[in-house]
């Protein structure tokens, strides 16, 4: 069975920094490509960035809001992904969801429960 | 403002047929794929449509995708009282190298 779950949110100020891990079993990670996804409240779905397998090549594509300020990292040993956040801004509270990019070229097929981020002074 | 255009809601009565409209560009979706997700408030989404029309296994085929253009639709026959939810349509943008999200449909079932 495909789990992916996240952890690391939590509460902090604005300027501040944050790392997000996601954690999967059942499937080939090494081979995985991943991606986050993130929700604002009463917002919908927003791409946040992915990151290849190393693979296919292992680099990362970010959506505009985050560039500069997100990195997303992989540790194949630990079947784990990381998102680093800095510079955090107060609309950058969301519930952070992972997903595994089984379908080529970004379908994402499996999701886990998301974990929230709140910036706020 | 987003990428993708869906209607805010949409609605219909158990049994109907409804559909869902996601305008985009040539950059998205007249240059790549759509996926459909469905996702309910404090669940994980999911996906329901991937490369325009596929189902991934488990997913009833109540449920379909087309595309034309720069425009893509879903439907989904037979409304169900569990159907109530938000979707979303998403493709990759070829000029922002990233994927986008429609707005997101909430579907009511009266």
């Known amino acids: 069975e495909v789990q992916l779950v996240e952890s690391g949110g939590g509460e902090v100020k604005p300027g501040g920094s944050l790392r997000l891990s996601c954690a999967a079993s059942?499937?080939?990670?090494?081979?995985?490509?991943m991606s986050w996804v993130r929700q604002a409240p009463g917002k919908g779905l927003e791409w946040v960035g992915r990151i290849k397998s190393k693979g296919g090549g292992g680099t990362t594509d970010y959506a505009a809001p985050v560039k500069g300020r997100f990195t997303i990292s992989r540790d194949d040993s630990k079947n784990t992904i990381y998102l680093q956040m800095n510079s955090l801004k107060i609309e950058d509270t969301a519930v952070y969801f992972c997903?595994?990019?089984?379908?080529?070229?970004?379908?994402?097929?499996?999701w886990g429960q998301g974990t929230l981020v709140t910036v706020s002074s | 403002q987003s990428v993708l255009t869906q209607p805010p809601s949409a609605s219909g009565t158990p049994g109907q047929r409804v559909t869902i409209s996601c305008s985009g560009s040539?950059?998205?979706?007249?240059?790549?794929?759509v996926n459909w997700y469905q996702h309910l408030p404090g669940t994980a989404p999911k996906l329901l449509i991937y490369s325009d029309n596929q189902r991934p296994s488990g997913v009833p085929d109540r449920f379909s995708g087309s595309k034309s253009g720069t425009s893509a639709s879903l439907a989904i026959s037979g409304l169900q009282s569990e159907d109530e939810a938000d979707y979303y349509c998403?493709?990759?943008?070829?000029?922002?190298?990233?994927?986008?999200f429609g707005g997101g449909t909430k579907l009511t079932v009266l």
């Open positions: 059942g499937f080939t990670f090494v081979h995985a490509w």
């Open positions: 040539i950059s998205n979706i007249g240059h790549n794929t």
């Open positions: 997903a595994w990019v089984e379908k080529a070229p970004d379908a994402m097929t499996n």
């Open positions: 998403a493709a990759w943008d070829d000029s922002l190298n990233g994927s986008v």
